[in-house]
T-cell receptor, first 113, second 114 residues
Framework: SQQGEEDPQALSIQEGENATMNCSYK?????LQWYRQNSGRGLVHLIL?????REKHSGRLRVTLDTSKKSSSLLITASRAADTASYFC?????????????FGQGTRLTINP | DAGVIQSPRHEVTEMGQEVTLRCKPI?????LFWYRQTMMRGLELLIY????????DSGMPEDRFSAKMPNASFSTLKIQPSEPRDSAVYFC????????????FGPGTRLTVL
């Protein structure tokens, strides 16, 4: 089963609307990161939130973290066509003393002009 | 900075052939990661290095896969012999340290094994 699971798997909204994507995870984490992947490209780091933080902002991005519910959300405000991409959450977990970054399956976001 | 560089960008080969994927991490980054991405399995971590030393290769699917990092500026991922189920996009990423801050991804190599 996935350590990080995004919800929904796909989201389609109109330009200018806000987009919210959720991520749930199973084990204790060191930090949680969100990445964006445009079609045919590599992943690009968006924002990192540490386990002792509850909310973080970066431009039009707002990330929340609820460690009691083992969940995080990514909010993109005033969406633009260029925001069309897949968004992944990634969690840092420790397995046998080694840190690993584990990615979810992603949310495919489509912004309609 | 040119970012993480991967070559080739596309590779088409026949089953049984050896495939070598190459990666040049960002200068000054001490950690390097190899990932595989498919529609069915998503993004999987195959192996990662810290200071040129393999730390965790538990994600390498089979003995047909091997990875090396002979120096701080170069790594290879080799598949021998290749099989159709190895078809995927392979990404290399690097980060400054192993403490999992931001990872920088290359553009990927799209591998098709016929």
């Amino acid at each position: 089963s996935q350590q990080g699971e995004e919800d929904p798997q796909a989201l389609s909204i109109q330009e200018g609307e806000n987009a919210t994507m959720n991520c749930s995870y199973k084990t204790s984490i060191n930090n949680l990161q969100w990445y964006r992947q445009n079609s045919g490209r590599g992943l690009v780091h968006l924002i990192l939130i540490r386990s002792n933080e509850r909310e973080k902002h970066s431009g039009r991005l707002r990330v929340t973290l609820d460690t009691s519910k083992k969940s995080s959300s990514l909010l993109i405000t005033a969406s633009r066509a260029a925001d069309t991409a897949s968004y992944f959450c990634a969690t840092v977990i420790i397995i046998q003393g080694a840190q690993k970054l584990v990615f979810g399956q992603g949310t495919r976001l489509t912004i309609n002009p | 900075d040119a970012g993480v560089i991967q070559s080739p960008r596309h590779e088409v080969t026949e089953m049984g052939q050896e495939v070598t994927l190459r990666c040049k991490p960002i200068s000054g980054h001490n950690s390097l990661f190899w990932y595989r991405q498919t529609m069915m399995r998503g993004l999987e971590l195959l192996i990662y290095f810290n200071n040129n030393v393999p730390i965790d290769d538990s994600g390498m699917p089979e003995d047909r896969f091997s990875a090396k990092m002979p120096n701080a500026s170069f790594s290879t991922l080799k598949i021998q012999p290749s099989e159709p189920r190895d078809s995927a996009v392979y990404f290399c990423a690097s980060s400054k340290t192993l403490t999992y801050n931001e990872q920088f991804f290359g553009p990927g190599t799209r591998l098709t094994v016929l």
